[in-house]
């Protein structure tokens, strides 16, 4: 479960995020949308202790992201490109999670197999660097790292940004299989109301940084979605 209590950030004099509750369970698919500036991407980042709150607090199963280590092993996130190690190839940074993660060559190849059609035979085996790959393909490297080492939860801002057509579809069906497979709990942002609404359980609409919807309803999700967004 993840936790957040009274949750304000400020940048100056405006609040981006202002978040008095929200329970995340486990398990659960969560979806985040909102219009640009939003706040998602800041809520991720404050998530992943990547930015410090002004107020409030967020916890994993009862930890302060903020003060404890712990929740470290139990997150895969790929916000951005920034999180790679882009002077190595796909290959050397997969291999340098797998020392990481401590996880065997086995494990390792059984995990990347599942990527194998998104990957469309464009990142393995490439002697390209990951700063030279395409935006949809570095977006594939680190959604595939992201999901590596059996996390509990898995935090990807805007997975189908620059991904063309067909891996869009595929990436929506390896986490669906995933879903069916594991416990994982996703956090999911996107500007893509279709995928997103086929995807997750629940998607929490922000604007100014507030949580003006919470809508866990399948049935009408996009149409609520449609209306607030006038698409
Ligand atoms: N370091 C910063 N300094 C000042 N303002 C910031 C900083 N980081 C984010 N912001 C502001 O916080 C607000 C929320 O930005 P954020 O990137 O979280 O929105 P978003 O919903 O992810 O947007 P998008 O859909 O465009 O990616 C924006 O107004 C942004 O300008």
Not at 50 to 60: D, I, K, N, Y
Not at 77 to 105: C, G, P, Q, V
Not at 166 to 172: A, E, F, N, P, T
Request: charged share 30%.
């Amino acid at each position: 479960m993840i936790t957040i209590q009274n949750l304000k950030k400020q940048y100056k004099d405006a609040v981006v995020v202002d978040i008095p509750t929200l329970k995340i369970p486990k398990a659960e698919c969560f979806g985040l949308v909102g219009n640009n500036g939003a706040g998602k991407t800041t809520l991720f980042r404050i998530i992943l202790d990547l930015v410090r709150a002004t107020e409030g607090q967020v916890s994993l199963e009862g930890e302060d992201v903020s003060k404890s280590e712990a929740w470290k092993y139990k997150v895969g996130a790929y916000l951005d490109e920034h999180m790679l190690l882009s002077y190595l190839t796909a290959d050397e940074y997969f291999e340098t999670l797998r020392k990481i993660y401590n996880l065997s060559e086995e494990d390792l190849e059984q995990h990347l197999s599942k990527f194998e059609e998104l990957f469309n035979d464009e990142i393995r085996g490439k002697k390209k660097y990951l700063r030279d790959l395409s935006k949809g393909n570095t977006k594939k490297v680190g959604i595939a790292a992201a999901m590596l080492g059996n996390p509990e939860v898995v935090m990807l801002d805007e997975p189908f940004e620059n991904l063309d057509p067909s891996s869009q579809v595929r990436l929506k069906k390896l986490i669906i299989q995933e879903k069916a497979l594991s416990h994982v709990t996703f956090l999911i942002s996107s500007h893509d109301l279709n995928h997103v609404t086929d995807l997750c359980d629940r998607i929490v609409l922000l604007e100014k940084g507030k949580v003006i919807k919470d809508l866990v309803d399948k049935g009408s999700m996009v149409e609520e979605l449609n209306m607030y967004f006038g698409t």
